[in-house]
DNA sequence: GATGAATGAGCGTTCATTCAT
DNA sequence: GATGAATGAACGCTCATTCAT
């Protein structure tokens, strides 16, 4: 029976090479060599270069799920959770640069696949925020005009746009603990001053 | 003396064959045949096909900070001006399609040329965010602990996030102005409650 | 593990095109159809084309190299070895006409790699020719003033022209007995009679 | 009417270009650009690429004719007649490089239109070296038993070769007074010492 | 006659995928 | 199951040649 150990091994080799050249610039070959199989075992576990992408963010995601719900479960209080997310999420973008480069780029690879694979693991972690939020305007705490659809957007495509920008070069030195303290702050309080 | 009237049917056929296809996807004869050219005329006006796609964001990018810019000097008010921008933005977005796209997709293929361009028009883009903030902040209607350079990367990035959404499909069934306000609104006045 | 077989089709192959063609009319496909493996097979032989062309002389003139040597090894006489030399180059090149066409031809494709090369297993052969001289000269049956090193060019050069002008056409209706003897005659006993 | 000026602009530009890249790699582009013309204006005075080649040979090598000519007419010995073309062929290949260039390449691409060429202009020269054998044979200077259109072709050769070494590199150090004599000492006498 | 922008056929090379071992 | 040599379709780009101006 195929090993499921081998398959663990190819998506840890996947995300790599994804991570470093994009989903086109990868070489199937490149991704065995990091594996350290033969290109043909790959075929053993994946049906084709998209399905390996796609693996890879099953996974991948998965696991920044299972993370963020550990966490919060812990937690009551909806601003709090909030912060939890949004702090976890810069931190692991932070520390992993392949998962965060991943989401980056291939994400936003236009093609059916990934739109309909989205639909799926991606968006129950988008659901997480919109889950808190909702709690948040049940206990009064949140504004109840906001629409927990929109805003997971939001926030998620601010989240990302940081963690990119950290790994695109040196136009964001700033530190995960100065942007998270902003985004918290922008988020929660907004950008106008009491009086205004 | 090559025709710039060339020049432009290409962009503009290239512009859209990225957003259909993304640019790892498109070939040189798609653009080709769009543009009603013979494939090698693509090459009188460019060096190779990644110069094109670079063409396609310097032009495009260059009318998106041309068209900003004329609504923006006609206002003084940081608060109304950031409402500007961002419904500029947003219904530019829904409106032009193949620009939302190429911005999505290809901004993010990871690359060197890319980044290095990046620092160039695109980021011009976002420094009128930033300077619209410190206005604000000067006037004393934006709260002095928020940090300009930061705050454009979340502002862009929950903006592009929705963009995104609108041309992925059937998830965002939100119209402009719904979005529009809950964007104002999340970065105004923030999720909070007043009393909270 | 890549095939030793293969590599040696491949590289028949292409020193029949190659004469054929020539080395810019020849297309690797032409290669590939000739050595019956597929175009890309050809690229897990050799870096490129021009690789090709130099595996071709490597490999034909390396055997020029060991089937003269054998031959003049059983040899004293410098006088007998030189007609060895000559005759051995002139029966090659009427017989492997692929060969001949190969050196005559691709020897002369101005290329900077070609002309390093040249230094490599090339001039190897052509030094036999000059090795030949000394030792004769040392024997005293071949006069002193004589620069080996000219002189191997001037006898391949010689025997070279004799050989591209048999795979001409139909100017040169000469036996390579007949050449043989006019080259020996011409070299070894000089144009002028006797008495002149 | 077609400039016969623009004809021969074009012509040296070839030779120049032909020299430089050898025929294959030269662009008409570079011609054209050598000469001063436009791309097109060179098919109003030639047919295509190769017909280029064709001139330049017919142009250059009709000119070595004519002045080789010249300095045979004033001489009567035979033996001094070989030396004059020998070291006259000499000094034009050191002193023309991009003529001997032309030679050495071109002369080898192997092709249907270069074979029946050969049989024009290019054979007319070699014709004036048989022609001097033939004299010096009747002359009782030079040995019956040669047969001038072999020898033709061996001297040919022999000239042809030191040229093209001196043009590649840096393995042929030897002066043009150095290889004529080298020449004429092995033609004219022989490598065998007197006694031998 | 001169121009040079436009053409498009053509080729070297790559690489996802297959399959014999 | 694992291998990696073999495949061949596909594509970016070049450049000789044409032709409208």
Same mark, same amino acid.
């Given at each position: 029976m195929?090993?499921?150990d081998?398959?663990?091994?190819?998506?840890?080799?996947?995300?790599?090479?994804?991570?470093?050249?994009?989903?086109?610039?990868?070489?199937?070959?490149?991704?065995?060599?990091?594996? !350290?199989?033969?290109?043909g075992?790959?075929?053993l576990? %994946? /049906?084709n270069?998209?399905? #390996?992408?796609?693996?890879?963010? $099953? *996974?991948?995601i998965?696991?920044?799920i299972?993370q963020?719900?550990?966490?919060l479960?812990?937690?009551?209080?909806?601003?709090?959770?909030?912060?939890?997310?949004?702090?976890?999420?810069?931190?692991?973008?932070?520390?992993?640069r392949?998962?965060?480069?991943?989401?980056?780029?291939?994400?936003?690879?236009?093609? !059916?696949l990934?739109?309909?694979?989205?639909?799926?693991? %991606? /968006?129950?972690?988008?659901? #997480?925020?919109?889950?808190?939020? $909702? *709690?948040?305007?049940?206990?009064?705490?949140?504004?109840?005009?906001?629409?927990?659809?929109i805003?997971?957007?939001?926030?998620?495509?601010?989240l990302?746009?940081?963690?990119?920008?950290?790994?695109?070069?040196?136009?964001?030195?700033y530190?995960?603990?100065e942007?998270?303290?902003?985004?918290?702050?922008?988020?929660?309080?907004?950008?106008?001053?009491?009086?205004a």
């Amino acid at each position: 029976m195929k090993s499921p150990d081998k398959h663990r091994k190819i998506i840890r080799a996947a995300t790599k090479v994804f991570a470093k050249k994009g989903f086109f610039n990868a070489r199937i070959s490149d991704i065995a060599k990091e594996a !350290k199989v033969a290109d043909g075992t790959i075929y053993l576990y %994946f /049906n084709n270069k998209f399905d #390996i992408l796609l693996s890879v963010f $099953e *996974q991948e995601i998965g696991k920044l799920i299972d993370q963020v719900n550990l966490l919060l479960e812990k937690e009551e209080n909806p601003k709090v959770k909030l912060e939890i997310f949004i702090t976890n999420h810069l931190e692991e973008m932070k520390k992993n640069r392949y998962l965060a480069e991943v989401i980056h780029i291939e994400l936003r690879q236009t093609s !059916k696949l990934i739109r309909e694979y989205r639909k799926n693991t %991606f /968006n129950e972690y988008l659901a #997480i925020i919109a889950a808190i939020i $909702e *709690q948040g305007q049940e206990a009064g705490v949140f504004q109840k005009e906001i629409k927990a659809d929109i805003a997971k957007q939001i926030i998620f495509g601010a989240l990302d746009e940081i963690s990119r920008c950290w790994h695109i070069g040196n136009d964001c030195p700033y530190t995960t603990e100065e942007v998270r303290l902003q985004i918290i702050s922008l988020f929660q309080a907004g950008l106008l001053t009491p009086s205004a």
